[in-house]
């Protein structure tokens, strides 16, 4: 499934090819999965200097308050991820799965740490996206994610495509859309908190220094 992202998606585009390369997962019975694309008006080394950086996903994620790595940033570094929430236990372990350079893949899962994050749902549900209101606050568990980026051209002026791509379990009293629309929810702010900072780094870059 490609979430359109706010009409993000253009229709038979080339995100469908770089999702049937690029974001394989292996989804089980009781799993959901989903793509998401979002197109950003800053050039691609802006947009991977923020994507590749495993050791600061606050750099973007707004509800990231803290992270701490564990030794060398390499394919299997964990990272502690603290998120902002009410209880201060709210924590997710997090494993490097991919990290290319050249391609410009990044890929993590959750490897532990306590991941029912009401108050980030509370949030996306009161604040930011319109989600059912029979959705319930998952347990995010086996969850793993791909982010591919890729040049484009948005007005004239060079802009990158952003592929982001999700696996995770379905938790007893949880349906597939409730999981799915909640892991989409928490993906769509993460992906336009990005856009924003991005967009914001570029014109600094145009404008130059004052």
């Known amino acids: 499934m490609v979430n359109p992202m706010n009409g993000d998606r253009r229709t038979g585009g080339p995100e ?96 532990g740490g306590d991941h029912r994050l009401k108050e980030c749902y509370d949030k996306l549900k009161m604040n930011l996206f319109d989600l059912p209101p029979h959705c319930k606050c998952p347990t995010l568990l086996n969850y793993s994610s791909i982010i591919t980026v890729h040049p484009e051209t948005i007005d004239g002026r060079p802009g990158t495509m952003v592929i982001e791509s999700f696996v995770v379990d379905v938790p007893d009293g949880n349906t597939k859309d409730e999981t799915c629309y909640f892991v989409e929810a928490l993906i769509n702010c993460n992906l336009k908190s990005l856009a924003d900072v991005c967009e914001r780094l570029a014109v600094q870059d145009r404008n130059g220094p004052h």
């Not at 793509?35 to 994507?51: G, M, N, Q, R």
């Not at 997710?92 to 490897?111: A, G, N, Q, T």
């Open 16 to 111: 469908e090819a770089f999702i049937t390369r690029h974001h394989k997962h292996d989804v089980r019975d009781n799993q959901c999965t989903s793509s998401l694309v979002k197109h950003i008006k800053a050039p691609l080394p802006i947009v991977w200097s923020l994507v590749r950086r495993f050791d600061q996903p606050q750099r973007y994620k707004p509800f990231v308050s803290r992270c701490i790595v564990e030794g060398d940033l390499r394919i299997g570094t964990v990272r502690e991820v603290n998120v902002k929430s009410g209880l201060p236990a709210t924590t997710s372990k997090e494993r490097l799965e991919l990290l290319d350079d050249e391609e410009h893949i990044f890929s993590m899962r959750i490897v």
